[in-house]
Protein backbone atom coordinates (compact mmCIF):
# COMPACT_ATOMS: atom_id res chain seq x y z
CA UNK A 1 0.00 0.00 0.00
CA UNK A 2 1.30 3.79 -0.84
CA UNK A 3 0.52 6.22 1.71
CA UNK A 4 -0.66 9.20 0.30
CA UNK A 5 -1.64 13.14 1.44
CA UNK A 6 -3.51 16.34 0.00
CA UNK A 7 -4.18 19.68 1.42
CA UNK A 8 -6.55 22.46 0.69
CA UNK A 9 -6.67 25.91 2.45
CA UNK A 10 -3.67 28.82 2.94
CA UNK A 11 -0.50 28.59 0.78
CA UNK A 12 2.10 25.84 2.40
CA UNK A 13 5.67 24.64 1.26
CA UNK A 14 6.12 21.01 -0.35
CA UNK A 15 8.64 20.97 2.42
CA UNK A 16 5.98 21.76 5.06
CA UNK A 17 3.44 19.19 3.95
CA UNK A 18 5.75 16.40 3.20
CA UNK A 19 9.56 16.67 4.74
CA UNK A 20 9.10 18.89 8.17
CA UNK A 21 6.34 17.01 10.30
CA UNK A 22 8.01 14.44 12.30
CA UNK A 23 5.96 11.07 10.58
CA UNK A 24 4.68 13.03 7.38
CA UNK A 25 5.31 11.46 3.60
CA UNK A 26 9.12 11.58 3.70
CA UNK A 27 9.04 9.18 7.19
CA UNK A 28 6.13 7.05 6.01
CA UNK A 29 8.62 6.44 3.33
CA UNK A 30 10.73 4.17 5.36
CA UNK A 31 8.55 3.87 8.26
CA UNK A 32 4.67 3.85 7.90
CA UNK A 33 2.85 3.41 11.01
CA UNK A 34 -0.76 2.35 10.01
CA UNK A 35 -0.32 0.60 6.60
CA UNK A 36 -2.56 -2.62 6.59
CA UNK A 37 0.02 -4.17 3.39
CA UNK A 38 3.62 -4.05 2.88
CA UNK A 39 6.42 -2.43 4.91
CA UNK A 40 8.38 0.83 3.56
CA UNK A 41 6.83 3.18 0.29
CA UNK A 42 10.49 3.16 -1.44
CA UNK A 43 8.84 2.61 -4.86
CA UNK A 44 8.81 6.28 -5.79
CA UNK A 45 6.82 9.10 -4.71
CA UNK A 46 5.28 12.56 -6.67
CA UNK A 47 3.80 15.93 -5.50
CA UNK A 48 1.60 17.90 -7.66
CA UNK A 49 0.44 21.26 -6.68
CA UNK A 50 -1.40 23.97 -8.06
CA UNK A 51 -0.37 27.50 -9.40
CA UNK A 52 -3.65 29.14 -10.42
CA UNK A 53 -1.75 32.31 -11.40
CA UNK A 54 0.21 30.74 -13.91
CA UNK A 55 -1.63 28.00 -15.20
CA UNK A 56 -5.14 26.07 -14.53
CA UNK A 57 -3.47 22.68 -14.31
CA UNK A 58 -1.44 21.39 -11.61
CA UNK A 59 2.49 20.94 -11.99
CA UNK A 60 3.69 17.69 -11.17
CA UNK A 61 7.37 16.33 -10.16
CA UNK A 62 7.49 12.27 -9.79
CA UNK A 63 10.82 10.14 -9.23
CA UNK A 64 10.74 6.11 -9.28
CA UNK A 65 13.25 6.45 -6.31
CA UNK A 66 12.07 6.69 -2.97
CA UNK A 67 11.73 9.98 -1.23
CA UNK A 68 14.42 9.77 1.42
CA UNK A 69 17.50 9.43 -2.04
CA UNK A 70 16.13 12.62 -3.65
CA UNK A 71 18.27 15.41 -2.09
CA UNK A 72 17.45 17.83 -4.92
CA UNK A 73 13.37 17.18 -3.81
CA UNK A 74 14.13 18.13 -0.34
CA UNK A 75 15.89 21.01 -1.67
CA UNK A 76 13.44 22.77 -3.46
CA UNK A 77 10.65 21.30 -1.47
CA UNK A 78 10.99 24.52 1.23
CA UNK A 79 10.77 27.26 -1.90
CA UNK A 80 7.62 26.08 -3.23
CA UNK A 81 4.17 27.21 -1.86
CA UNK A 82 0.60 26.48 -2.97
CA UNK A 83 -3.23 25.99 -1.61
CA UNK A 84 -3.95 22.80 -3.41
CA UNK A 85 -1.22 20.25 -3.67
CA UNK A 86 -1.38 16.58 -3.61
CA UNK A 87 1.54 13.68 -2.74
CA UNK A 88 2.57 10.21 -2.42
CA UNK A 89 5.00 7.76 -1.61
CA UNK A 90 4.91 4.28 -3.22
CA UNK A 91 5.16 0.70 -2.42
CA UNK A 92 4.27 -0.93 -5.89
CA UNK A 93 2.26 -3.71 -5.92
CA UNK A 94 3.48 -7.52 -7.06
CA UNK A 95 3.87 -7.50 -10.45
CA UNK A 96 3.29 -4.05 -11.22
CA UNK A 97 6.41 -1.59 -12.73
CA UNK A 98 8.56 0.68 -11.15
CA UNK A 99 8.94 3.40 -13.13
CA UNK A 100 7.90 7.24 -12.99
CA UNK A 101 4.88 6.72 -15.06
CA UNK A 102 3.70 4.50 -12.52
CA UNK A 103 3.98 6.83 -9.94
CA UNK A 104 1.32 8.91 -8.56
CA UNK A 105 0.02 11.59 -8.72
CA UNK A 106 -1.49 10.85 -12.37
CA UNK A 107 -2.65 14.03 -13.52
CA UNK A 108 -5.56 15.15 -16.18
CA UNK A 109 -6.50 18.59 -17.30
CA UNK A 110 -7.16 19.98 -13.65
CA UNK A 111 -7.21 16.64 -11.77
CA UNK A 112 -4.67 15.30 -9.48
CA UNK A 113 -5.05 11.75 -8.38
CA UNK A 114 -3.28 8.76 -5.77
CA UNK A 115 -4.34 5.24 -5.59
CA UNK A 116 -3.70 3.45 -2.04
CA UNK A 117 -4.33 -0.20 -2.92
CA UNK A 118 -4.66 -2.98 -5.49
CA UNK A 119 -6.85 -3.92 -8.09
CA UNK A 120 -7.32 -6.35 -10.83
CA UNK A 121 -5.70 -4.60 -13.76
CA UNK A 122 -6.38 -6.75 -16.29
CA UNK A 123 -9.85 -6.44 -15.87
CA UNK A 124 -9.80 -2.60 -14.80
CA UNK A 125 -8.40 -2.63 -18.49
CA UNK A 126 -11.37 -4.28 -19.78
CA UNK A 127 -13.80 -2.35 -18.07
CA UNK A 128 -11.76 0.65 -19.46
CA UNK A 129 -12.20 -0.36 -22.85
CA UNK A 130 -15.61 -0.79 -22.91
CA UNK A 131 -15.98 2.73 -22.00
CA UNK A 132 -16.13 4.79 -25.34
CA UNK A 133 -13.22 7.89 -25.59
CA UNK A 134 -11.94 6.62 -22.53
CA UNK A 135 -8.33 7.81 -22.28
CA UNK A 136 -5.18 5.27 -22.85
CA UNK A 137 -3.54 4.67 -19.24
CA UNK A 138 0.02 6.42 -18.76
CA UNK A 139 1.25 2.64 -17.32
CA UNK A 140 0.16 -1.01 -16.77
CA UNK A 141 0.12 -0.20 -13.62
CA UNK A 142 -3.15 -0.82 -12.05
CA UNK A 143 -3.82 2.62 -10.74
CA UNK A 144 -3.14 4.31 -14.60
CA UNK A 145 -5.46 1.94 -15.54
CA UNK A 146 -7.79 3.80 -12.63
CA UNK A 147 -6.96 6.73 -12.87
CA UNK A 148 -7.85 6.57 -16.92
CA UNK A 149 -11.43 5.05 -15.58
CA UNK A 150 -11.48 8.42 -13.47
CA UNK A 151 -10.98 10.44 -16.11
CA UNK A 152 -13.56 8.88 -18.50
CA UNK A 153 -16.02 9.19 -15.34
CA UNK A 154 -15.54 12.87 -14.71
CA UNK A 155 -16.64 13.58 -18.34
CA UNK A 156 -19.59 12.96 -17.41
CA UNK A 157 -19.75 12.96 -13.36
CA UNK A 158 -19.45 15.77 -11.06
CA UNK A 159 -16.20 14.90 -9.15
CA UNK A 160 -17.69 13.29 -5.83
CA UNK A 161 -20.36 10.95 -7.90
CA UNK A 162 -16.82 10.42 -10.67
CA UNK A 163 -15.04 8.80 -8.14
CA UNK A 164 -17.66 6.92 -6.33
CA UNK A 165 -18.83 5.49 -9.31
CA UNK A 166 -15.14 4.22 -10.44
CA UNK A 167 -14.66 2.69 -6.90
CA UNK A 168 -18.16 1.13 -6.97
CA UNK A 169 -17.44 -0.20 -10.43
CA UNK A 170 -13.45 -1.39 -9.78
CA UNK A 171 -14.79 -3.01 -6.08
CA UNK A 172 -16.67 -5.75 -8.07
CA UNK A 173 -13.44 -6.88 -9.69
CA UNK A 174 -11.38 -9.56 -7.58
CA UNK A 175 -8.51 -10.71 -8.26
CA UNK A 176 -7.81 -14.61 -9.88
CA UNK A 177 -7.33 -15.80 -6.49
CA UNK A 178 -10.38 -14.22 -5.17
CA UNK A 179 -8.89 -11.35 -3.59
CA UNK A 180 -11.19 -8.01 -3.29
CA UNK A 181 -9.88 -5.08 -4.32
CA UNK A 182 -8.23 -2.03 -2.63
CA UNK A 183 -9.34 1.41 -3.42
CA UNK A 184 -8.64 4.22 -1.43
CA UNK A 185 -8.45 6.80 -3.81
CA UNK A 186 -7.10 10.72 -3.32
CA UNK A 187 -8.51 12.89 -6.00
CA UNK A 188 -8.13 16.98 -6.27
CA UNK A 189 -9.10 19.43 -8.38
CA UNK A 190 -7.82 22.31 -6.78
CA UNK A 191 -11.05 23.66 -5.24
CA UNK A 192 -11.85 20.61 -3.17
CA UNK A 193 -10.93 16.87 -2.40
CA UNK A 194 -12.19 14.18 -2.59
CA UNK A 195 -11.02 10.52 -0.60
CA UNK A 196 -12.24 7.01 -0.63
CA UNK A 197 -11.78 4.66 2.07
CA UNK A 198 -11.83 0.71 0.74
CA UNK A 199 -10.02 -0.98 2.68
CA UNK A 200 -7.04 1.02 3.93
CA UNK A 201 -6.87 3.87 6.53
CA UNK A 202 -7.50 7.47 6.22
CA UNK A 203 -7.80 10.54 8.62
CA UNK A 204 -8.01 14.42 8.34
CA UNK A 205 -7.54 17.21 9.87
CA UNK A 206 -9.33 20.45 9.64
CA UNK A 207 -8.67 23.65 10.84
CA UNK A 208 -9.16 27.49 10.04
CA UNK A 209 -6.40 27.76 7.57
CA UNK A 210 -7.55 24.62 5.88
CA UNK A 211 -7.76 20.85 5.48
CA UNK A 212 -5.37 18.12 5.22
CA UNK A 213 -6.52 14.62 4.40
CA UNK A 214 -3.54 11.94 4.64
CA UNK A 215 -3.26 7.73 5.10
CA UNK A 216 -2.19 8.46 8.28
CA UNK A 217 -1.40 11.31 10.96
CA UNK A 218 1.86 13.34 10.41
CA UNK A 219 2.19 13.97 14.05
CA UNK A 220 3.03 12.06 16.95
CA UNK A 221 -0.68 11.19 18.14
CA UNK A 222 0.09 7.86 17.10
CA UNK A 223 2.87 7.52 19.43
CA UNK A 224 1.28 5.84 22.40
CA UNK A 225 0.44 3.11 19.56
CA UNK A 226 -2.59 3.23 18.43
CA UNK A 227 -1.51 1.51 15.37
CA UNK A 228 -4.68 0.68 14.00
CA UNK A 229 -7.26 2.86 13.66
CA UNK A 230 -10.01 0.02 13.31
CA UNK A 231 -9.17 -0.29 17.27
CA UNK A 232 -10.17 3.27 17.94
CA UNK A 233 -13.26 2.78 20.09
CA UNK A 234 -13.95 6.53 21.25
CA UNK A 235 -16.72 7.52 18.26
CA UNK A 236 -17.37 10.93 18.12
CA UNK A 237 -19.33 12.53 15.06
CA UNK A 238 -19.44 15.91 16.86
CA UNK A 239 -16.60 17.13 14.81
CA UNK A 240 -14.16 20.04 15.08
CA UNK A 241 -15.14 23.55 14.26
CA UNK A 242 -15.07 22.92 10.49
CA UNK A 243 -15.90 19.32 10.60
CA UNK A 244 -18.94 18.36 9.40
CA UNK A 245 -19.42 14.53 9.35
CA UNK A 246 -22.86 13.06 8.57
CA UNK A 247 -22.03 9.68 9.34
CA UNK A 248 -19.33 9.06 11.55
CA UNK A 249 -15.52 9.24 11.72
CA UNK A 250 -13.57 8.00 15.26
CA UNK A 251 -11.33 10.62 16.72
CA UNK A 252 -8.06 9.56 16.93
CA UNK A 253 -7.21 8.67 20.49
CA UNK A 254 -5.38 11.54 20.99
CA UNK A 255 -8.02 14.40 21.10
CA UNK A 256 -5.46 17.24 21.17
CA UNK A 257 -4.11 15.97 17.64
CA UNK A 258 -7.35 17.41 15.62
CA UNK A 259 -6.74 14.03 13.85
CA UNK A 260 -9.86 12.04 13.04
CA UNK A 261 -10.41 8.68 11.11
CA UNK A 262 -12.49 7.95 8.35
CA UNK A 263 -14.74 5.00 8.96
CA UNK A 264 -13.76 2.29 5.98
CA UNK A 265 -16.05 2.04 2.85
CA UNK A 266 -16.35 5.68 2.90
CA UNK A 267 -16.13 9.12 0.54
CA UNK A 268 -14.87 12.30 2.19
CA UNK A 269 -15.72 15.46 0.45
CA UNK A 270 -13.95 18.53 1.71
CA UNK A 271 -13.31 22.19 0.65
CA UNK A 272 -12.20 24.72 2.88
CA UNK A 273 -15.49 25.36 4.86
CA UNK A 274 -17.05 21.70 5.27
CA UNK A 275 -15.52 18.27 5.27
CA UNK A 276 -18.42 15.64 4.98
CA UNK A 277 -18.39 11.95 5.11
CA UNK A 278 -21.04 9.19 4.00
CA UNK A 279 -21.02 6.20 3.30
CA UNK A 280 -20.13 4.13 -0.14
CA UNK A 281 -22.50 1.46 0.35
CA UNK A 282 -25.80 2.82 1.87
N1 LIG B 1 -1.24 -0.88 -6.84
C1 LIG B 1 -0.59 0.39 -6.85
C2 LIG B 1 0.83 0.30 -7.33
O1 LIG B 1 1.35 -0.71 -7.61
C3 LIG B 1 -0.64 1.03 -5.49
C4 LIG B 1 0.13 0.25 -4.51
C5 LIG B 1 -0.05 0.65 -3.11
O2 LIG B 1 -1.05 1.22 -2.67
N2 LIG B 1 0.92 0.26 -2.37
O3 LIG B 1 1.47 1.31 -7.40
Known amino acids: MCRHLAWLGAPRTLAALTVDPPFGLLRQSWAPRRMRHGTINADGFGVGWYAPDLRPEPARYRRAVPMWTDASYESIAGTISSSCVLAAVRSATVGMPVEETATAPFTHGTLLMSHNGRVNAEAAMSELLARPGAPVPDSRCDSAIVAALLWESTSRLPLPKAVADVVLTLSELTEPDGTPARLNLLVTDGTQIVATTWRDTLSYRAGPDGVLVASEPDDDS?????????????????DDDKGDSDDGGNRNNDDSSGWIDVPDLHLLVADTRKVTLSSLIS
Open 222 to 238: DSDDDSDSDDDSDSDSD
